[in-house]
């Protein structure tokens, strides 16, 4: 039995290692901005859940189980809300249909439509 | 066990070290900001490694509590006026106060 | 044995390469994003150092609060920054301060690799005069008994570095609202991670500061995560930072203070020294002294991020345009 | 060599590179983020000297933690130096915006505030 979880172990961590490997690739090689936010989203969602995935069965007391998955679902939390920030951040302006083009550069590109995202 | 998962740990470090090459390389704030958010999840999940294989459990916590300050690098860099630097795409950032009020 | 060797090999050469990036960076934001990874990596450093209590601060103060103090600064000052290159030091200059420099790190270096073998430690008296706290975590314990008067003054001079912060307004801003923090300008994600993330993070700073007196935690760590909550929920837009003439916030920056010294002076009649505790008591003042300063230490971490205060009309304006 | 010492290293090439940056930098937030590179390597000394003291520890069979006091003093030294590093900032935003520049060196005439500074 502790045969099998030590391997299971094995398995979900080499994969997740892997998935952090792909979104360094993906990070140092895709052409612009947002590309590399794809990237950077695979490393923190797959990467780090499947690294806490293999070390549940490590882990000691329910506590530590609990300790181990909150990680991960803050990891989650933060991971999209930084994809949302930093993709709207980037964005180009001439995506913006209804950016005026007299518009002071401070004003934010997406602050007209920002409620259709809500 | 704890060799290998101490080995995930180097190998996690090492590859979002590489990814740090986009702090070097920019070529905007955006990027440099992509590399260090990575470098962030790499290193909570190094840290979890860490804290399994050598067997301190309150590592678990300091895991926490990165990943729940993770976000705020980036909260910084889209408030604030991380937008007068990067707007530019250049290291020069000259696009004009962005908190000076025009009065 | 030779494994965690490899990742301490990987941790030192990450923070110096960092390092070197902070120093030799061209734009002053870049070093900035530089040092928030920095924070981050020397938080594993501390783990790796055995110091779980160290690198819980790091993590809270180096990756959270120092991040969006410094990003921030560095946006403000980018249109600035265009003049100063010319004024870096000929090379000349610099490779001497270069050798210089290497010298006082070889010294350093050298200090390390002949430090004394058995290495001098109080850890063994610190366990001894544990149990009398009541405590169980001795980082704690070393805080609040053996070296209290450091974290009394510490706490006190937080309040002197917040009237600092709060001088540089001009005159006619002056109770008014902080305005370093520019309220949100976006409508999307920013609020609902503001909505999202404080109830758990102050439950994890409440853990943290109750958690410290037997497990790795306390009241620094608790305040900052404590703190960095109040700030993502002002940046969000969500509520705006208290006036600096608010009676009540001033009464919460001084209360763990207060708190502190008046525990401590009691302790004069009822245990015959300043900050000495009777041994029956010992725990719970211990435990209200920890809450007072959270308190206070939130405020003020939290304050002193807001910056000084601008005049109110300027306060309204910026937010009705940001959001 | 044990991986405590290595770290011992690493802080002395912090320190520096810290006093390189704070010498060689122009600009004022370069400096600061140069000090605190410094007090961090300092706050590693400390760290390495707890992990040692530890070993006291380790001897008496009652844990693996290292020495208690340095990393009280290293957990007060944090927390102040975050405060030092809030109000130098502070003060650097107002010179930038009261003078618009970024640097410490006041030999030339400083040109006029942006147009949107107030003044009283």
Known sequence: MSLALDLFTIVAVTLGAIFFLAGTVGLLRFPDTLTRLHALTKADNLGLGLVVLGLLPQATAPLGWIGLIAVWLLALLSGATVGQLLAEAVRPPEWDQTRTPDAPPDVHPNAPEASSHD | MTAFLLGAAAFILGTVALGLVRILRGPGNADRMLAAQLLGTGGVAALLLLGVATGVGAVSEVGLLLALLAAFGSVAFVTGAGRASDASATDSGTQGAARSEPE | MTSALVVDAALILLVLGLALWITAARAAYG?????????????????????????????????????????????????????????????????????????????????????????????????????????????????????????????????????????????MSWGGRPGFLTPCRSGSALPLLARMLPPFGILVGIHLVWAGADDPGGKFQGAAVLAAMWILVMVAGLREPPPVSDRLMRFLLVVGPLCFIGIGAAGIRLAGAFLAYPEAYAKPLIIAIEVGLTISVTAVLGLLLAGPPVPEPQYQRQSRRRS | MSGTTLFGLCAAALVGLGLYGLICQPGALRKILAFNLIGSGVFLLFGVIAQRGGGVLALAGTGADGDPVPQALVITGLVVAFAATAIAVTLLVRLAETSARGTLEGDEPAPPAPAGERRP
Do not use: K
Request: aromatic letters at 4%; glycine letters at 10%; proline letters at 6%.
């Open chain 3, 31 to 171: 070093a900035a994003v530089g040092f928030v990874a920095y924070g981050l990596l020397l938080t594993l450093v501390w783990v790796r150092l055995a110091a779980v209590d160290v690198a819980m601060t790091e993590a809270a103060l180096g990756s959270g609060l120092t991040g969006l103090l410094l990003l921030g600064a560095a946006a403000r000052l980018a249109p600035y920054e265009a003049a100063e290159h010319q004024r870096r030091p000929g090379l000349g200059l610099r490779v001497l301060v270069g050798i210089l420099c290497a010298a006082i790190a070889a010294g350093l270096a050298a200090v390390v690799l002949l430090l004394p073998d058995p290495a001098p430690s109080q850890a063994l008296a610190v366990a001894a005069h544990l149990p009398a706290t009541g405590l169980g975590n001795p980082v704690t314990g070393v805080l609040m008994a053996y070296r209290a008067v450091d974290t009394l003054l510490e706490s006190v001079v937080l309040v002197p570095a917040l009237i600092g912060v709060w001088s540089l307004s001009t005159e």
